[in-house]
């Protein structure tokens, strides 16, 4: 019998959004904390074709299951058209609670989403936290397969990987119609991975994959609806230098970072590496915020001078300078980004984060092996060490 690892995400008393990417565990987690709710999965061909054609029905179901006090709807975005029923049940006050789960909230921003504003919280599903797998998270698999539970439980986690981002450009781009060459857009996908914790220039992803800007923008876009990638704006609060304008980019799981960027002689292993091992933090420190309620926000700093640290957390109670390097020893050039930060803002606290065994402080910056630092990460916690 398959054993279900235990989610930070915590269920809600109220009606709910449930986003993540397909693979995140949403279905799983729901079907293991709502075992007795109704369950209405669009996946489902017949479910789909009989809830597109009259949406009413789900006030007809809902009306006729009294005694089932939480209603599921899996893929709510495949019939946006329910949420206008939903909405109806809801000021009617029924007293059920319903959730809603999507993998592409895209859909539901142009159909009146917003009809629901007020009443239904969003909450978004991530891949698995190092805390949550515990013993079993292993840095180097997390590398190269990234956390996924679709990935982490599968049989052969290379193979489901690799599939991975065709079945989103089939099942999501392509069936929604979110554009219209597809060929272009799988051109796109390995182009924009050279950039993945990098400083995000469209220009040159545009030229790489020989499509227009303003298409690259948009894929860009289509990427981070679906959830498959975000930005981090650079931190200007204060700023006491020049700093760059443009974000840095991520997707949203080390291991589909991995699947879709290609690799050849003239690619250097520890390059790809180490934007994988700054991408695997970026997703802790995404999935850390999110599950602790959004209380902060994430930047990045990097001076036109060329100056950078990787990440800048910000909030009430909490001002940390991280830096990752994907190296075992620590050299005073890697340090230097912090220092410059901590000469800008006493206020941080600086870490540095590698891949060595020892945990040191030099020149009040903390450095912490990166296993460790990732295991330590729990939301609600802000103070780690």
């Known amino acids: 019998m398959e054993t279900i690892i235990p989610r930070i995400f915590t269920p809600q008393k109220y009606n709910f959004f449930l986003f993540g990417p397909r693979g995140t565990g949403k279905t799983t987690y729901l079907k293991q904390n709502y075992p007795d709710a109704m369950w209405i999965d669009l ?14 029905r789900l006030r007809e179901s809902v009306l006729a299951n009294p005694d089932k006090k939480t209603v599921i709807i899996d893929e709510i975005q495949k019939v946006p058209e329910l949420l206008s029923v939903i909405h109806s049940l809801i000021e009617k006050k029924i007293k059920k609670q319903f959730i809603l789960t999507g993998s592409s909230p895209r859909k539901l921003k142009k159909t009146g989403a917003d009809l629901l504003a007020g009443r239904v919280i969003k909450k978004t599903m991530y891949p698995f936290m190092a805390i949550e797998l515990g013993k079993k998270f292993n840095l180097d698999n997390s590398l190269n397969q990234g956390l996924l539970p679709l990935v982490v439980s599968a049989m052969d986690p290379t193979s489901v990987l690799k599939t991975y981002a065709s079945l989103y450009v089939r099942e999501e781009v392509q069936a929604e119609g979110l554009v219209r060459n597809i060929g272009n857009f799988s051109r796109f996908l390995e182009a924009v991975s050279f950039s993945h914790a990098s400083v995000l220039n469209i220009t040159n992803v545009a030229r790489d994959c020989e499509v227009e800007r303003k298409v690259v923008e948009g894929y860009i876009t289509i ?28 997707f949203f799981d080390a291991g ?13 292993s520890e390059e790809i590496s180490g934007c994988a091992l700054e991408g695997l933090v970026a997703q802790h420190l995404m999935a850390w915020n999110s599950y602790s309620g959004d209380k902060n ?42 220092k410059s930060f901590k000469e800008d803002y006493p206020e941080s606290t600086a870490y540095f984060l590698y891949r060595g065994r020892e945990r040191l402080m030099k020149n009040g910056i903390l450095c912490i092996p990166c296993n460790e630092f990732l295991l330590k990460l729990q939301p609600d916690r802000t103070k780690i060490f």
């Open 297 to 338: 926000r994430i930047y990045f700093w990097r001076t036109a001078a060329g100056s950078e640290v990787d990440f800048i957390v910000y909030g009430e109670d909490v001002f940390w300078a991280i830096e990752v390097k994907n190296t075992s020893k620590i050299r005073p050039e890697d340090l230097r980004a912090l």
């Open 256 to 268: 589909v970072y991995r699947s879709l960027r290609p690799a050849g002689p003239l690619d250097k």
């Open 43 to 56: 996946l489902e061909a017949d479910i789909f074709r009989s809830y597109s054609a009259y949406p009413e």
């Open 223 to 250: 990427l981070e609806d679906l959830l498959l990638a975000f930005r981090l704006p650079v931190f200007t609060k204060r700023a006491k230098r020049s700093v760059v304008a443009h974000p840095k980019f991520y």
